[in-house]
């Protein structure tokens, strides 16, 4: 059964995708190929488990906190019960299965709740951060077509979060009118394991926002991803960092909801101090942390710098004497920047009992699509594996021949990624020229969704045994536009930017080409 929805009539359906031309023995061996070389995953998911089922489940069988920020701890009943109250406020605003419903403000325990919420009615979320003005709430509200904002801070909404949602014609509610509403008693709306569940919207070339629709099976499927791959357990704490607008706050927010564990919710005043964040996860047992390159070098350079007994701004105390900084971390996570070698290598002497993963994926397939577990063997390359598919995910290295086909990469092999699987999107929302360049119908017929990404990133397939990988690998190389010829030769800028960042100098490089005439 297809979902149905007020929002299924502005996404383009399967029909109306191009077909990616691969002629019938490529298609044959590109679908060899990805076998061989491990580029397909599948392994049996219940995605037939919305998030707020196992919350309720859990909250039933051995209640324990939840989720926690700077002003209050959620217990898994309490969490449960504040979505149902929500979920009462949306039904009571006319919010119906396939209708779109923003949250907006700062980051906190009230914005998971109301991502449940709008779970159990069977609608979907679209995020409005604190930190935009009013011009891109407006945007942001217009083009998802959302016909209410839940507004979950405390005392009064932000005055851009107002101003924008009265300009989209957007009816804003408070989390808070829910606390004295009888909690929703429906079972969780899942109509099909398609249905939309959340709009991102990701910067555009044009400068318009594009929505990438995500559906529910592959944003479970992304959850159950990370708890695999991280081995995750109900000990484990996440730190929700991300501002709303990102994809990685999706998984940073509801994962270990999936096993019984917790999310600490950082503010940004902490976030955004390396030593104060150190110490936040140190004093609150965090164990795994994701945050951008550039954020993981800040924060060892500060800790480095930092004195021992230094306190920080939000008064959280030092660290006992002889215990490490962030020493009960399990998993450091690099994501949305290239992972540069040198970092890795940095990273890797100073916390060597935190792992630390190198995870690419864009928004339009549910977040991560590659994980890849930095070792030793990799700091031997000039360039970080982004590694192999999550579970369900299928991974194509393609080449364009030229003449509107394509054929398939091996081994060593530099070619375009495409990405397969229950992970693949639904397109975006409202805008089927932009849908139409990055969508395509699949032509290897082993896509659930029947659709296949195309990233625009170059890849090339390490072989076994590089960076001491016993099966191939994905490295990635940079935009496929990247690429220029300088007297007849090939050069990808990447590389280059790649070899001046292991200079112990060189702490960030762009390489841009500049035409001189004759």
Not at 404 to 413: H, I, L, P, S
Request: a negative charge.
């Amino acid at each position: 059964m297809t979902a149905r929805g007020p929002v299924l009539d502005r996404l383009l359906p399967l029909a109306g995708l191009p077909a990616l031309t691969v002629p019938p023995a490529e298609t044959a061996r590109a679908r060899e190929l990805t076998v061989r070389h491990g580029m397909v995953r599948e392994h049996a998911v219940d995605l037939a488990d919305p998030v707020i089922a196992r919350v309720e489940r859990f909250a039933a069988e051995r209640d324990r906190p939840a989720v926690r920020d700077r002003n209050r701890t959620l217990s898994y009943a309490e969490l449960a019960a504040e979505a149902r109250r929500l979920a009462a406020l949306l039904e009571r605003e006319g919010v119906r299965p396939g209708t779109v419903v923003g949250v907006g403000g700062e980051r906190c325990a009230a914005v998971i709740a109301a991502f449940l919420a709008i779970e159990l009615v069977g609608a979907l979320y679209v995020p409005a951060d604190e930190t935009w003005p009013a011009g891109r709430v407006r945007d942001v509200l217009d083009q998802a077509g959302a016909s209410v904002l839940i507004a979950v801070d405390e005392g009064d909404p932000a005055p851009a979060l107002l101003a924008g949602a009265a300009e989209a014609k957007c009816r804003v509610v408070r989390a808070e009118e829910a606390a004295g509403l009888p909690e929703w008693t429906g079972a969780p709306r899942l109509e099909s394991l398609d249905q939309p569940r959340y709009i991102l919207f990701t910067s555009g070339s044009t400068g318009r926002p594009k929505g990438a629709v995500v559906e529910h099976q592959g944003m479970l499927n992304h959850l159950w991803a990370k708890v695999i791959d991280l081995e995750m357990t109900e000990a484990d704490v996440v730190a929700q960092t991300a501002p709303l607008g990102f994809d990685i706050s999706v998984w940073q927010m509801l994962c270990p909801l999936l096993l019984g564990g917790r999310v600490d919710v950082i503010g940004d005043d902490v976030a955004h101090d390396p030593v104060a964040f150190a110490r936040v996860v140190d004093a609150q047992d965090i164990t795994i942390v994701e945050l951008v390159p550039t954020m993981v070098r800040h924060l060892l350079d500060d800790l480095a710098d930092a004195p021992e007994d230094a306190g920080t701004s939000g008064g959280t105390p030092p660290e006992a004497p002889g215990r490490r900084p962030l020493g009960g971390l399990r998993w450091m996570i690099a994501t949305g920047e290239e992972l540069p070698t040198e970092l890795s290598r940095r990273w890797l002497e100073a916390m060597p009992h935190a792992r630390l993963l190198n995870a690419y994926g864009p928004t339009e397939c549910s977040d991560d699509v590659t994980h890849h577990t930095v070792t030793a063997g990799d700091l031997a390359l000039l360039r970080l594996p982004i590694g192999t598919p999550i579970v369900n995910t299928r991974l194509y290295v393609l080449r364009d021949e030229g003449d509107g086909t394509w054929a398939a990469c091996d081994v060593d092999e530099t070619g375009e990624l495409f990405v397969g699987g229950v992970v693949v999107g639904r397109g975006y929302l409202g805008d089927d020229e932009r849908t139409r360049e990055s969508f395509y119908q699949d032509p290897f017929g082993e896509s659930p969704t029947g659709r296949l990404y195309r990233t625009g990133d170059a890849v090339r397939l390490l072989p076994a045994g590089a960076g001491g990988e016993d099966r191939p690998t994905l490295q990635y190389l940079g935009r496929v536009d990247r690429q220029v010829k300088i007297a007849g030769v090939r050069m990808e800028l990447g590389e280059i930017e790649a070899v001046l960042q292991r200079h112990p100098a060189v702490g960030a490089a762009a390489v841009v080409v500049h035409e001189y005439g004759a």
